[in-house]
């Protein structure tokens, strides 16, 4: 027996003796206690709820980002000795408030991150702290069926039919990555099996120029090649070019390529236009091509009687994605992926293996359905957000949103600005005539530079856009907090910065 090993009463080996077993009775060095826990969640309630509070009090956004200083703060973080967690988590949310920006803060008019609702807020603590692992549904059944509560809701409002299937993911670049693999397996027998090789051609799908280019790295990583996405030039509105695509489509088949998948976008990230999502759906069906739906960002309108229309044809469509981690105000991150073929989403991600548990005849287990496999408890946040708002208090937002969209860009006209895209969502591009005059190059410096100069006077953040090659100022409402006289600050910012900046 080796020195310093004792043997056991049941005859196994233990380390130190006997006495080395009231040790492994006591609690292991990261187990602070309950009391301990508590105090320290509620340090960090005290934290997030100050910080909610004093958001719109200071800069959306700091003048520099401040990287030196920052990894100097973490350099002084060798993790060689512990520090009291209290101080570390005051640490932390100062540096995050010094260093970032603040898109909580009511005129953060940038991209689609929402300040979340404090249901949403809770549920991530709750989904934390509980921990439920949602890759088998006998581990978890009542956080599977929360998830599937809520993806049938969504389902249902957005008009697919009752067995639609789905799953929760990280975000909307997952849910179309599923929506690829789906769409292959639906089109090409031998895909799952054999992989692209099976295939006698180059498979190739169509997306709007103005769609989120997340497609370039799906279709790197599915070993599709960046050269299979189409992506089909849009009109004046917009939205994509029904006539060139027919065009494209007509020459991948004479070249023998196999078209098989075909998007359309609702509410595209520059500018908010929605796709011809009818006609796009009469073609796929007429070309054989899975219709996908990317509505990450305006997918949340069907929770509105008044605005679902905008979302005319999405009921026809073979999957569609929406993120909750936009406009129904969900924490990061909440994406969700939905199709009415849910035999093929079970034959795209089809595995089994001994360690995990037997199939459960209630509902299919989530890692057979998704990219993921352990995962996080995403969708408690969105239904307990949906749950106290009710889907009237989220339709009287997303309404009252758009009319916030149509005040900004009432204001912007006033002064002189020249709206240059056309949505009814409100996101609202303007360019100035005058620096438009001068040239795309000269255009888009000044445009810039206004830009940057709002940023660093801290009371708005906006950002610069090109629509279909012009340069334009871009700003979206986002944010539940946000009020009239919020978008009355951002424009005044923003006449201020083009009264700055010569030509």
């Known amino acids: 027996m080796a020195e310093g090993v004792a043997e056991r009463a049941d005859g196994s080996d233990a380390p130190g003796g006997s006495d080395a077993l009231g040790g492994l009775d006591g609690p292991g060095p990261l187990d602070v206690g309950a009391e301990a826990g508590a105090g320290l969640l509620a340090e960090a309630v005290g934290l997030v709820v100050r910080h909610a509070e004093a958001v719109a009090e200071g800069p959306v956004a700091p003048a520099e980002p401040g990287?030196?200083?920052?990894?100097?703060?973490?350099?002084?973080?060798?993790?060689?000795?512990?520090?009291?967690?209290?101080?570390?988590?005051?640490?932390?949310?100062?540096?995050?408030?010094?260093?970032?920006?603040?898109?909580?803060?009511?005129?953060?008019?940038?991209?689609?991150?929402?300040?979340?609702?404090?249901?949403?807020?809770?549920?991530?603590?709750?989904?934390?702290?509980?921990?439920?692992?949602?890759?088998?549904?006998?581990?978890?059944?009542?956080?599977?069926?929360?998830?599937?509560?809520?993806?049938?809701?969504?389902?249902?409002?957005?008009?697919?039919?009752?067995?639609?299937?789905?799953?929760?993911?990280?975000?909307?670049?997952?849910?179309n990555l599923t929506a690829v693999v789906v769409a292959l397996t639906r089109r090409f027998p031998g895909y799952p099996d054999d992989g692209l090789t099976a295939l006698p051609g180059q498979p190739v799908l169509y997306a709007s120029a103005e769609s989120h280019l997340a497609w370039l790295k799906i279709a790197h990583t599915t070993g599709l090649g960046r050269r299979a996405v189409r992506l089909v030039p849009v009109d004046a509105a917009g939205r994509l070019d029904v006539a060139r695509l027919r065009a494209l489509h007509d020459a991948d088949v004479a070249a023998g390529r196999l078209p098989f998948l075909l998007v359309g976008t609702a509410g595209t990230t520059g500018g908010g236009a929605v796709d011809p999502l009818p006609e796009l759906a009469r073609l796929a069906a007429g070309w054989g091509l899975h219709f996908h739906v990317d509505a990450a960002w305006a997918g949340a309108l069907a929770l509105s009687d008044r605005l679902r229309p905008l979302l005319a044809g999405v009921e026809r469509a073979d999957s569609v994605t929406v993120d909750a981690h936009k406009w129904l105000s969900a924490p990061m991150g909440a994406g969700v992926f939905l199709t009415p073929h849910?035999?093929?989403?079970?034959?795209?991600?089809?595995?089994?293996?001994?360690?995990m548990p037997p199939d459960s005849a209630a509902a299919p287990d989530p890692y057979r359905s998704g990219v993921q496999w352990s995962r996080r408890f995403a969708g408690l946040k969105v239904f307990l957000a949906l749950a106290a708002a009710g889907r009237d208090g989220f339709a009287r937002q997303l309404e009252r949103d758009t009319e916030l969209g149509g005040l900004l860009a009432r204001r912007l006209a006033a002064g002189g600005w020249r709206r240059v895209n056309?949505?009814?969502?409100?996101?609202?591009?303007?360019?100035?005539?005058?620096?438009?005059?001068?040239?795309?190059?000269?255009?888009?410096?000044?445009?810039?530079?206004?830009?940057?100069?709002?940023?660093?006077?801290?009371?708005?953040?906006?950002?610069?856009?090109?629509?279909?090659?012009?340069?334009?100022?871009?700003?979206?409402?986002?944010?539940?907090?946000?009020?009239?006289?919020?978008?009355?600050?951002?424009?005044?910012?923003?006449?201020?910065?083009?009264?700055?900046?010569?030509y």
């Open 422 to 502: 056309d949505t009814a969502l409100p996101v609202v591009c303007v360019a100035d005539p005058g620096a438009e005059a001068r040239g795309a190059e000269r255009s888009g410096a000044w445009h810039a530079a206004v830009v940057a100069h709002v940023v660093r006077g801290g009371r708005a953040w906006i950002s610069t856009v090109r629509l279909d090659g012009r340069p334009a100022i871009r700003l979206c409402v986002t944010s539940h907090r946000t009020r009239a006289a919020d978008i009355d600050t951002a424009v005044a910012a923003l006449d201020e910065a083009r009264a700055a900046t010569p």
């Open 67 to 175: 990287t030196d200083r920052i990894r100097e703060w973490l350099a002084g973080h060798d993790f060689a000795a512990p520090r009291p967690a209290g101080e570390l988590l005051a640490e932390v949310t100062a540096a995050l408030r010094r260093w970032g920006v603040h898109a909580t803060h009511p005129r953060y008019l940038g991209l689609f991150v929402p300040t979340p609702t404090w249901s949403g807020v809770a549920g991530e603590l709750v989904a934390a702290g509980v921990n439920p692992q949602l890759a088998a549904y006998g581990h978890a059944p009542a956080a599977v069926e929360i998830e599937r509560h809520v993806l049938r809701f969504l389902a249902a409002r957005l008009g697919l039919p009752p067995d639609a299937d789905g799953s929760f993911t990280t975000g909307g670049a997952e849910a």
């Open 342 to 355: 849910p035999a093929a989403l079970a034959d795209s991600f089809r595995v089994a293996t001994a360690y």
